[in-house]
């Protein structure tokens, strides 16, 4: 194709493809690429947000004696009922949130679970709030369904917690709705109850919904984790998105729900009848192992998680100008790097490039992220260790020279 003729082609397109901002964790695996074909060197790569573990076996044959057997066909929209139920099930056992099986509509990942119930909650002249540092295809989800996103920086003084006064200060007629994620990408904060019930019944009175985004529900280390739904005055008004994608190691399944008000879930798995029809139904099938299935797995995945954090933690606290707030749950650690030159996308490039550490810039994650580096622990001991090690060298001949 001539450049003219591209050109001509992108001109084309609709308006909706052009406001969307590339993501900068996308940014730096692609440079992490570009540096690993043109030197030998080893690079350690903390910037994905995904385990390093296997699917858990017992999932794996699950789903292939299933696909054998002749799960292989269009499910319901919604998801097959045996797997609805469990969902149901877990999350009454494990966070508390208490959904009859027809809240729940299994969707294409938590992904698709976001993006549908944007489209099914928000549209033109409508607003949706996210606090930030945030996880960045929210934004990018608001803005394909046409409404506008209205982020809110919340204070990294507190560690980034959830200030609810900074929050409902922003929820206004126009909100359609606000999104909580607990666990936080990238901060690893885990919100206070009290905060979260208080922006809960903000939106309530402006009839916003809250969707909680809870997919690193079952990842908490201090503390046990209840999902939002299961302690807020009046829960009509809140959507929980869950996913296996975390918890068992799937991320790869494309495996996540939507549990919340009836026609909210009716609303966001008609629209997924036009956009996927249904999620894969050997993945389907592979979900429902890892729900019914022995649970260990997820323990000794959390455990392995746990050591990391405190390893990270402490080796952090030991390095001069940078620190990082001891992260909650979720396998990501941010990193203070706001003392060194540059923004943060400078410095994660810097890196990179000289010291073959691939980390997310913080201004990813929106301007309340600036000054940052998330760094994922989803990596083995090792590795962490290693890339540590490097960080440290790093921050010490930008400090010292
Ligand atoms: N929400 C958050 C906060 C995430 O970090 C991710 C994955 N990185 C998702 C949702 C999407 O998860 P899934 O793989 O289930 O689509």
């Given at each position: 194709m001539s450049d003219a003729s591209q050109q001509a082609a992108s001109a084309r397109l609709a308006d909706r493809t052009r406001s969307l901002e590339r993501s900068k964790i996308r940014v730096m695996f692609g440079l992490a690429e570009e540096a690993r074909r043109e030197s030998d060197r080893e690079l350690v790569r903390l910037?994905?947000?995904?385990?390093?573990?296997?699917?858990p076996d017992h999932i794996v044959d699950a789903a292939a004696d299933a696909a054998r057997e002749g799960a292989t066909r269009y499910t319901e929209n919604a998801g097959i009922p045996p797997l609805r139920e469990a969902i149901a099930e877990t999350m009454a056992r494990e966070s508390g949130v208490e959904y009859a099986p027809e809240q729940v509509t299994v969707t294409t990942g938590a992904m698709e679970a976001l993006s549908l119930s944007m489209m099914a909650l928000a549209g033109p002249g409508d607003e949706v709030v996210v606090p930030t540092?945030?996880?960045?295809?929210y934004v990018n989800q608001v803005q394909l369904a046409g409404a506008t996103p209205v982020t809110v920086p919340l204070p990294a003084d507190s560690g980034?917690?959830?200030?609810p006064e900074r929050v409902t200060d922003r929820i206004g007629d126009d909100t359609a709705a606000v999104i909580l994620t607990s666990p936080s990408n990238p901060t690893g904060r885990v919100y206070d109850e009290d905060d979260v019930a208080e922006v809960v019944a903000a939106a309530a009175a402006h009839d916003a919904y809250v969707v909680a985004d809870e997919v690193y529900g079952r990842l908490t280390y201090d503390r046990e984790f209840r999902g939002a739904a299961s302690y807020v005055e009046s829960p009509e008004n809140v959507l929980t998105v869950g996913s296996c994608s975390k918890t068992y190691a799937?991320?790869?399944?494309?495996l996540g729900w939507l549990a919340g008000p009836q026609p909210v879930v009716d609303a966001v798995s008609h629209i997924g009848e036009s956009t996927t029809a249904c999620p894969s139904s050997v993945s389907q099938q592979a979900a429902l192992a890892a729900f019914t299935g022995p649970q260990e797995p997820v323990a000794e995945m959390k455990a392995a998680f746990a050591e990391r954090r405190d390893f990270v933690v402490e080796r952090v606290a030991e390095m001069p100008v940078v620190s990082c707030p001891r992260p909650e749950g979720a396998f990501y650690a941010f990193l203070d790097?706001?003392?060194?030159?540059?923004?943060s996308f400078d410095v994660a490039k810097r890196l990179l490039s000289d010291y073959g550490v691939v980390t997310a810039p913080?201004?990813?994650?929106?301007?309340?992220?600036?000054g940052y580096l998330r760094i994922s622990f989803a990596n083995s001991l090792d590795r962490i260790e290693e890339g540590l090690d490097r960080i440290e060298a790093f921050v010490r001949d930008e400090t010292e020279s």
């Open positions: 910037e994905v947000g995904e385990p390093d573990f296997d699917t540092p945030a996880w960045p295809n980034f917690d959830l200030d799937m991320t790869g399944w494309r790097v706001s003392d060194l030159p540059g923004g913080g201004d990813g994650f929106g301007d309340a992220g600036e």
